[in-house]
């Protein structure tokens, strides 16, 4: 099942796409026939984008009978099938690209979360996504982080207080920042968790001292600098490594004890994954 909001999504996507009509289909297919496909892997990694799949199918045409081999989360590999759909050959010409385009992307963007987490599975570390995310899909592709074993961190502007480096310099610094959120919380009767960024020790020290702070981004910290933190935190707020992570010194930051590594790349830097419907 997908949300209302979800469906609109998919529902703009297939406008973009149909327009006015699939006139190759049009044209080629009689209005009478009926097909056979399968979605064939055509790569390993781990699968996600079955339900949106779905959806994409029942949007297009209702009548389409789908069946279900592989589900999302599961590890595939070169040569299995995912599913075949049966009905009407015109609406699965229309639902083709579409379902290609969520599943390859969204399989890409598991996968690679899979292997970050896999690097770090034995420590108490979560991998987060970013909101370096495609215009329109940051639904689908967060995901698809979670359907490979990361964590979402906020959605958007709305679910959370992140004051990064322009909040403070925009505002004249941190205490001046976190307060006026503290007076915006007051005057709107709201409460969200608040993050603050850091750019050195000093403001980590100046972040602990001040308060009010659920969590501290360690943005562009080296591994010293993050120990040095670590110690300076000692566990009285949450913490987050971010900026200069790779799957090559993912561990090591995870080994210094933070809470939390964001990761943008899981969703911005990304390999689509393999995989083709096909006739049969």
Partial sequence: ???????????LAIAEDLGDG???????IPSSAVGKAHLLIKDN?????????????????????????????????????????????RSILQAERLVLNFMQ?????????????DKIKDLDTEILDTRKTTPGLRYFEKEAVRIGGGTNHRTGLFDMIMIKDNHV???????????RVQLYFSDNNINLAVEVEA???SDVKTILNHGNV?????????????????????????????????IENIR?????????????????QILSLDMSLKAI
Avoid: W
């Fill in 105 to 117: 992307r969204m399989s890409g963007i598991a996968s690679i979360t899979k292997s970050y987490v």
């Fill in 45 to 89: 990694g781990i699968l996600a984008g079955i339900r949106v799949a779905k959806e994409v199918f029942k949007l297009i045409d209702p009548e389409l009978n789908l069946n279900i081999y592989l589900e999302d989360g599961q590890q595939i590999k070169k040569g299995d099938i995912a599913f075949d759909v049966k009905g009407s050959s």
């Fill in 214 to 246: 659920d969590r501290v981004m360690l943005d562009n910290f080296s591994l010293e600098q993050t120990i040095e933190a670590i110690i300076i935190i000692q566990k009285k707020i949450e913490t987050e490594s971010s900026g200069g992570i790779t």
């Fill in 22 to 28: 699939d006139h190759t289909s049009l044209a080629c």
């Fill in 1 to 11: 099942m997908v949300n209302k909001f979800e469906k609109d999504l998919i529902k």
């Fill in 252 to 268: 090591d930051y995870a080994l210094c004890g933070v809470d939390f590594i964001s990761v943008g790349a899981l969703t911005h």
């Fill in 169 to 179: 310099d925009m505002s004249g610094g941190i205490e001046k920042a976190i307060d």
């Fill in 199 to 201: 750019r050195s020790i």
